[in-house]
């Protein structure tokens, strides 16, 4: 599957990632390159997408710095929705011109994490995600001419920083054409990954308190979840003023840095660590209550140590849980936080900082990097 011939490829943008760890500012060390690439038509199980929306995550950004290495290169992106093109042999449940959600981790249905109802990921689809394959095997991607064209690895089976890509079927979820395009991409990565940590990992009560650690994509769409499925105390906390206040616009009870809410003695029974920052997660567990739960979705880097107290653990009948991707089922989930958009009790719209061109894409590095940006969305 890795050989393409003109007959059976087209041509599509994106943003191409050749080397990683590049000097910062990204805006003038452009590791990203904007160039033309060769995409093979959909395989056995595969489908086509013209891509109309991708958001920039912080999970991009550490490729990119570094943090997390892959193979390149890379055309990245994993955060996407689209439009079906084309369908691939057996596959029978799409139509074409249906809006999708592209989803970074598939799930083969096969093996033994795909029976745990999302707790653990698909060993399968880890695998092709590290190699930078997708779920079926090979690449799609090249460059160059058709005689002696250069793969390009995909990035988690996805490759959203692009005008169109070639996923498995299993990547993707279909969604009512009444969810824009924009808020269809958010749901593929921020709120499967912040959203999912809530409803399948702590599983609050309608009534607990949840505090959320990290307000960036992932963490505001947890708080936003919280929001939405407790009545309970929901307290964000970051360093950024300025999403401290979208927090409290977003209907948290209150919003801190991380000093106030120590020096306040501020604990719930469930909270979220999604910053990805061995602090943050020291934080995360020091705001836990007895008898409490700390969930953790950040991905900090391989290196990083935290310190935490085991007696605090076993004196306290603490419990710490890690959740990837939310802990979630895409098919079951997705259309669950579908539905508390449409009963207005999610407001996406506001998760998005920005909606940019895919020529912005090294400077949306820096606003990330810098903490300033909640979800930056390329429009197609």
């Not at 955060?79 to 029978?92: K, M, N």
Request: charged fraction near 20%; charge should be negative.
């Amino acid at each position: 599957m890795t050989g393409i011939t003109a007959q059976e490829s087209t041509t599509i943008r994106g943003a191409v990632l050749e080397t990683i760890g590049a000097d910062q500012p990204f805006a003038a060390s452009a590791p990203l390159r904007i160039q033309e690439l060769r995409l093979s038509a959909p395989g056995p199980g595969e489908v086509r997408i013209r891509i109309e929306a991708a958001g920039v995550c912080h999970s991009d950004l550490s490729v990119v710095d570094g943090n997390r290495v892959r193979p390149v290169p890379m055309l990245l992106g994993h955060e996407a929705a689209g439009i079906v093109e084309e369908l691939g042999e057996g596959v029978d449940d799409l139509a074409i011109g249906q809006r999708v959600v592209m989803v970074f981790l598939p799930r083969c249905g096969e093996c033994r994490e795909c029976s745990t109802d999302g707790r653990l990921p698909c060993s399968a689809g880890s695998a092709s995600n590290n190699a930078g394959e997708l779920l079926g095997g090979g690449r799609r991607l090249s460059r160059g001419t058709a005689a002696d064209g250069e793969p390009v690895h995909h990035h988690l089976g996805v490759s959203g920083f692009a005008t169109g890509a070639v996923v498995d079927r299993r990547s993707v979820v279909p969604v009512d054409a009444d969810v824009p395009a924009d808020i269809a991409a958010v749901l593929g990565c921020a709120v499967l990954t912040g959203g999912g940590a809530v409803l399948n990992a702590a599983r609050p009560g309608a009534e607990d308190d949840i505090i959320v650690v990290g307000l960036g994509g992932v963490g505001m769409a947890a708080l936003m979840v919280a929001r939405a499925v407790t009545s309970g105390r929901v307290t964000g906390i970051d360093q950024q003023p300025d999403k401290l206040e979208l927090a409290r616009q977003l209907g948290a009870d209150d919003a801190l840095t991380p000093e106030q809410a120590t020096h306040d003695g501020l604990t719930a029974t469930y909270v979220i660590e999604a910053a990805g920052h061995p602090i943050a997660f020291e934080t995360a567990v020091g705001l836990t209550g007895p008898g409490g739960t700390t969930v953790t979705v950040g991905l900090p880097a391989p290196g990083a140590v935290s310190r935490i107290s085991p007696l605090g653990l076993t004196a306290q009948a603490r419990s710490i849980i890690g959740s990837y991707l939310g802990s979630a089922v895409p098919a079951r989930d997705i259309p669950r936080f579908v539905e508390l958009w449409r009963a207005g009790k999610l407001p996406l719209e506001r998760l998005i900082t920005r909606h940019i061109a895919l020529e912005d894409l090294n400077e949306a590095m820096d606003e990330l990097a810098a903490g300033r940006a909640v979800r930056q969305v390329i429009e197609f």
